[in-house]
């Protein structure tokens, strides 16, 4: 009898294996991601985080890897999270879409996606916030704010610990420690709530590099920090110590999406009258700091940078945070190509095992100079500031092709 019943819901759920570009419930969202699954077994897992929602609902991500549920080494792992704010619901079905996409193409051997999924491990997690959603989505889908926080009315991307206070009380007092801070947390602002529980304890147990969440409500990339280092409510730069990454990564995203970065869109906010007092963020590449925005306490992205070694960004998606199902496909194709770009840059950066004769060596910090004598040529040869004889050297790749074919010719000069 469980047999037939696993054997019908299989046939049902491969049936209807076409994605369609509407609004899914919380009931179809694993049914689709189970369907995924399905059509890409080897490549592709379906699970729940370790703790639903308030009312009960799993937190369901999908991950695709050519070595479901596994870390391996070289590989990194990277994440989406949508719909955090449960009324800001285009992240939910662009990262269903996106399930099928991968799938999809991966089945039809496109080289691109089979060596993205060969070489990364990514997560897709369509919705933090299934009560949310559901409350935004019986009271209309209207609402600038019904349905954005969850079952206890609590905004979830301003109820993680507060790790950027830490950060900057380190910095008056002139200490460099800048990273792994939940050991150094003593007390929480508030309790956390069941989802934000799950969701650090998945940030904590998987070694994620790179994250986007998705929101909606402007349309902007959105990198840390999120607080302001003064307190000012808006627009106080507010730089952490890869804030060059971050803008690159931020713009990744910006300048591969239709419109993100194009300066002659308007601005979800402004009017013609007064572009001044509101932002417009086509007019800076489509990125923004997020301080320098507003600032906000006990966000998602400032946690992950802090608390591990991922690096996340918010992404705005749309001035509408409930567009209607007409208007889904439409933004499939405005954000396909910046999707996949910025899971690629999971790959950016150095890779590489800590070890010495007796193996492994685990929690390793790396530190990188970072003095100009990266790209300084005139250095050359000699040992530049900070670095002792037999340290390696890292050269921007452009130097690096004159460096090597320098060094090739010294020792052809010193066999002669
Ligand atoms: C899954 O792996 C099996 C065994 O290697 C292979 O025969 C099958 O074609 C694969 N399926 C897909 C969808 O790639
Ligand atoms: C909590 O969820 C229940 C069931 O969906 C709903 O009736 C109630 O309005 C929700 N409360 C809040 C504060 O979101
Ligand atoms: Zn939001």
């Not at 990454?245 to 990744?252: E, K, P, Q, V």
């Not at 308007?266 to 800076?284: A, I, L, R, W, Y």
Request: aromatic share 10%.
């Amino acid at each position: 009898m469980t047999k037939l019943l696993l054997l019908c819901f299989a046939v049902f759920v491969t049936a209807n294996a076409e994605f369609t570009w509407r609004h899914h419930n919380n009931e179809e969202l694993p049914l689709i991601l189970e369907e995924v699954h399905q059509k890409c077994p080897n490549i592709s897992r379906v699970y729940a985080l370790t703790e639903p929602s308030v009312q009960n609902v799993p937190l369901y991500v999908i991950e695709f890897s050519d070595k479901p549920g596994i870390h391996q080494p070289y590989k990194p792992e990277v994440k989406y999270i949508g719909n955090i704010h449960g009324n800001e619901v285009l992240g939910r079905e662009l990262l269903l879409g996106l399930a099928h996409y991968l799938c999809d193409q991966y089945v039809n051997r496109d080289r691109r996606i089979r060596a993205l999924i060969h070489n990364t491990r990514i997560h897709l997690m369509p919705s933090m916030n299934p009560d949310g959603w559901q409350l935004a989505t019986d009271t209309g889908a209207k609402d600038y704010l019904i349905g954005r926080y969850n079952n206890h009315t609590v905004d979830l991307n301003r109820n993680f610990p507060d790790l950027d206070a830490i950060t900057f009380e380190f910095e008056r007092q002139g200490i460099n420690h800048n990273n792994h801070l939940l050991r150094d947390l003593t007390r929480l602002a508030a309790p956390l709530e069941p989802e934000t529980r799950a969701v650090m304890r998945w940030i904590m147990s998987i070694p994620f590099v790179l994250s986007a969440a998705i929101h909606g409500g402007d349309l902007v990339a959105n990198y840390p920090y999120d607080e302001s280092r003064s307190g000012a409510p808006v627009s106080e730069y507010s730089a952490s110590p890869d804030d060059e990454t971050f803008r690159n990564l931020a713009l990744a995203y910006a300048e591969a999406h239709a419109d993100m970065a194009s300066p002659s869109r308007p601005g979800c906010h402004t009017t013609s009258s007064d572009e001044s007092s509101t932002f417009n963020f086509g007019k800076q590449g489509g990125v923004t700091n997020g301080a320098a925005w507003y600032s906000l306490k006990g966000g998602m992205q400032d946690f992950n940078y802090l608390a591990t070694n991922a690096f996340e960004v918010t992404l705005e998606l749309g001035c509408e945070k409930y567009p209607d199902a007409s208007k889904l496909e439409n933004e499939w194709v405005r954000n396909r190509e910046a999707l996949l770009a910025y899971l690629w840059k999971a790959h950016t950066g150095v890779k590489g095992i800590v070890s010495d004769d007796s193996g492994f060596i685990q929690n390793a910090v790396i530190s990188v100079p970072t003095t100009s004598w990266f790209d300084d040529e005139t250095s050359f040869g000699l040992y530049p500031h900070g670095l002792r004889e037999g340290q390696p050297r890292i050269y921007k790749r452009s130097l690096y092709e004159k460096v090597a074919k320098t060094l090739l010719e010294q020792k052809d000069n010193q066999k002669q």
